[in-house]
């Protein structure tokens, strides 16, 4: 069966320092990934998706993400976190067959430190 | 452009009553999603919509759960008899349409409480 899961429930990064966000799925076939973030109050924003070719794909907000095949991994990165990148953020598969639907981990939750 | 609306914000309902809950996608969206999400989980995928049709109610957790969809426009998602058990945030998200390219575009969500 699909599945994500995310193995940090939370992290405390400094602002200014490297962030990265671990994300291991199962997926059968070629898998279609998805990094949303779900910030105070709002609603959850795409950050960035792959979906084939080049493996290291840019984001909004500075992120980016390396899809690794052998590693069946999707981890989020970000060089220089900032304060306003606290938040709850989730990876998902793409269920490409008749669901169709999003498989979602539990998340991850991110506060800085000034 | 207006974003996906979900209404009321915030519903606290007895247990064992009634609860509708409301999605406005973007317009034009023929593709329509509703998740649940529970405190400290992720989401959970209830139902999609492509237009009006409803190809995938696997992850309706019960038969207290329906939703419909009219007009390729607003869908309701109705829980009777609610439960103590179905206090979450509801999230609704449309698509351009139910491909895997076209991004999801969340609504804010219905946070329900019932007491």
């Known amino acids: 069966a699909q599945s994500v899961t995310q193995p940090d429930i939370h992290i405390t990064v400094s602002e200014g320092a490297s962030l990265e966000l671990r994300c291991n799925y199962s997926?059968?076939?070629?898998?279609?990934l998805f990094w949303y973030v779900q910030s105070p109050g709002q609603g959850l924003q795409l950050l960035l998706k792959?979906?084939?070719?080049d493996t290291l794909v840019q984001g909004i907000k500075g992120f980016e993400a390396e899809f690794k095949r052998s590693q069946s991994s999707f981890n989020l990165r970000k060089p220089s976190v900032h304060w306003s990148d606290a938040a709850e953020y989730f990876c998902?598969?793409?269920?490409?067959?008749?669901?169709?639907?999003?498989?979602w981990g539990l998340g991850t939750s991110l506060a800085v430190n000034p | 452009g207006a974003g996906v609306s979900q209404s009321p914000s915030n519903k606290v309902t007895e247990k064992g009553k009634d609860v509708e809950l409301r999605c406005d996608p973007i317009s034009g969206h023929t593709a329509l999603y509703w998740y649940r999400q529970r405190l400290g989980q992720g989401l959970e995928f209830l139902i999609y919509f492509q237009g009006n049709s409803a190809p995938d109610k696997s992850g309706l957790p019960s038969d207290r759960f329906s939703a419909e969809r009219t007009g390729e426009s607003v869908s309701t998602l109705t829980i009777q008899r609610t439960q103590q058990e179905d206090s979450a945030v509801y999230l609704c998200?449309?698509?351009?349409?139910?491909?895997?390219?076209?991004?999801?575009?969340f609504g804010p969500g219905t946070r329900l409480t019932v007491t």
């Open positions: 997926y059968g076939a070629t898998p279609y």
């Open positions: 998902a598969v793409f269920n490409a067959g008749n669901n169709r639907k999003l498989i």
């Open positions: 792959y979906f084939s070719g």
């Open positions: 998200a449309s698509s351009m349409t139910s491909g895997v390219s076209y991004e999801q575009y």
